[in-house]
């Protein structure tokens, strides 16, 4: 059965239509879906959807496409897709970021039980928390290092890994997931322009890591990501790379 046949499942087209759907039944157990095509971990999420939508048919489920709605996606703070928003009518219940659909099956669950549900077959989908981590072979963490206890960090020793990271490359690239799984469209964009420039760069996944990015937004007084960092200064995020490799002046600065 496909989403399109199962007459819980929505792609929301408009902030008047999540709206009125919104305001049909404050009873409701209904399930967000933020998602973006580029995004590869969203396709399983996706099919994840379908399979709860045939289990919890009394759900309302709903397909956000992130960045065609920013209103919608505003609302909940969506700053990355996959993002899974579960409601009961206006009341916020759970929020899951990054392809989980085992997660979210169990969030579900434990607010629309359904008798003899259990939990998604598979393992845990690529660009989740286990996905990401420290690159073994060049020793460079590009997320929270597993040793790091962030509770017991102090503000100084934050800013040090910052600038640090900033450092440890001659291009660095504060981004939202990874180069080959990026999650969010300026990340996806920032990352194809490196690479049609042929510029050699590292990267450090900020949303595994609260602290470098909140230290981050300070230090180099800039409040959005991705930051673009070369020789250890802020030159700044995607609409000024652009302008840059547009003028030569990128090139310039990186050969210099």
């Known amino acids: 059965m496909t989403a399109s046949s199962l007459s819980n499942v929505v ?3 408009s902030p008047d239509m999540f709206t009125s759907l919104m305001q049909q039944d404050l009873n409701r157990v209904t399930l967000l879906n933020f998602w ?15 399979d709860l939508a045939a289990k919890y048919p009394h759900v309302l489920f709903m397909n956000v496409e992130a960045e065609e709605q920013p209103d919608v ?14 409601l009961r009518g206006h009341t ?3 929020k899951l970021t990054g392809g989980q659909p085992q997660a979210v099956e169990q969030v579900l669950a ?12 598979g393992g845990a989908v690529g660009g989740g928390e286990h996905a990401q981590g420290v690159d073994a072979d060049l020793g460079k963490p590009h997320a929270l290092p597993t040793h790091i206890d962030v509770s017991q960090e102090s503000a100084e020793e934050t800013e040090r890994r910052c600038r640090e990271l900033m450092t440890r490359s001659r291009v ?3 981004m939202k997931g990874q180069p080959d799984m990026p999650r969010c469209g300026f990340s996806q964009k920032t990352i194809t322009l490196l690479r049609d420039q042929n510029v050699e760069f590292d990267y450090y996944d900020i949303l595994s890591d609260e602290p470098v990015r909140q230290t ?7 409040p959005t990501f991705p930051q673009i960092i070369v020789r250890g200064e802020l030159i700044g995020g995607l609409d000024i790379l652009m302008e840059m490799v547009a003028s030569g002046e990128f090139q310039h600065m990186i050969s210099a």
Do not use: Y
Request: proline share 9%; glycine share 2%.
């Open 92 to 94: 916020l219940l759970s």
């Open 172 to 174: 660095m690239l504060f």
């Open 11 to 13: 792609a929301i087209t």
């Open 216 to 222: 981050l937004k300070v230090l180099n007084d800039w």
């Open 110 to 121: 434990a607010h629309a039980k359904v008798p003899g549900a259990s939990a998604l077959s």
């Open 36 to 50: 973006a095509p580029w995004a590869q971990p969203c396709e399983p999420m996706m099919a994840a959807v379908r």
């Open 73 to 86: 996606s505003e609302s909940f703070d969506v700053e990355a897709v996959p993002t899974v928003v579960l």
